[in-house]
């Protein structure tokens, strides 16, 4: 894994575009296709608006996304398929998209988009590790095998839910998500991750953040073609 502390997240969101560019075209020029596994999330935003202004031949472009809600409606101000849609698949017009429907069927939404996801390797993995981006942080994601499943979210991450403003109450939140394995992430060709979140830098947080981001820190760590941007050392440090 390697470590790109940048002088801001500006700087580090552009140089993770471009490489993001470089790796998808790279895959087109060599399978005349390339396959993009998205999460999604505030954070995440300034790197989406980054990454739509890319040369890239984006008919070209299989894309998938990490996680949603189960039971929810893709048109929810918290639905990941919304923030994919509206940040992504609305200015660059992919050639073909892979969304969790999350008012479907889970059953269906796990069997369909394990079968597209297992067809040929996911050749870029984005993804963070702020709070926002990664809807189970605290429930042990699973390493089974390839593919989707369905996550119970543990209580700290539902209180996280409510206390960072995404739901009114406990009632309003969702028990449930549709995510990739851990093994799928590892089994990506390449991994690009970011670490903004301004709480990480704070020493009241660090304890929280331990526990958050170990499990897929756990993950990339190991894996020979993945990237890590923060804009503070000490950001990442804390992990």
């Avoid at 790279?26 to 202004?53: C, H, M, Q, T, Y």
């Avoid at 109450?169 to 394995?181: C, F, G, K, L, R």
Wanted: proline content about 3%; overall charge negative; aromatic content about 8%.
């Amino acid at each position: 894994m390697k470590l790109v502390v940048a002088e801001s997240s500006m700087v580090a969101v552009r140089s993770a575009a471009k490489q993001a560019a470089e790796i998808l075209t790279e895959a087109i020029r060599k399978k005349g296709k390339a396959r993009l596994l998205l999460s999604a999330g505030d954070s995440l935003r300034p790197f989406f608006r980054e990454l739509v202004n890319q040369k890239v031949s984006w008919e070209r472009v299989e894309m998938f996304h990490v996680d949603e809600y189960v039971g929810i409606c893709c048109d929810h101000p918290q639905s990941t398929n919304r923030f994919i849609r509206k940040e992504f698949l609305e200015i660059v017009f992919p050639g073909m998209e892979h969304l969790i429907m999350g008012f479907l069927p889970s059953e269906k939404n796990v069997e369909n988009l394990t079968v597209a996801i297992k067809e040929t390797p996911i050749d870029l993995a984005i993804t963070s590790f702020a709070e926002d981006t990664v809807l189970a942080w605290n429930t042990e994601m699973p390493c089974v095998d390839e593919g989707y499943t369905v996550a119970t979210l543990a209580p700290a991450d539902i209180s996280r839910q409510m206390m960072k403003g995404y739901f009114k109450n406990e009632q309003d939140t969702y028990s449930q998500v549709i995510t990739v394995t851990s093994q799928t992430i590892m089994n990506c060709e390449n991994i690009i991750g970011f670490n903004f979140d301004e709480k990480t830098a704070n020493e009241q947080d660090r304890s929280l953040m331990n526990t958050m981001v170990k499990g897929l820190y756990a993950i990339v760590q190991e894996h020979k073609n993945c990237t890590v941007y923060c804009s503070d050392v000490k950001q990442y440090k804390i992990i």
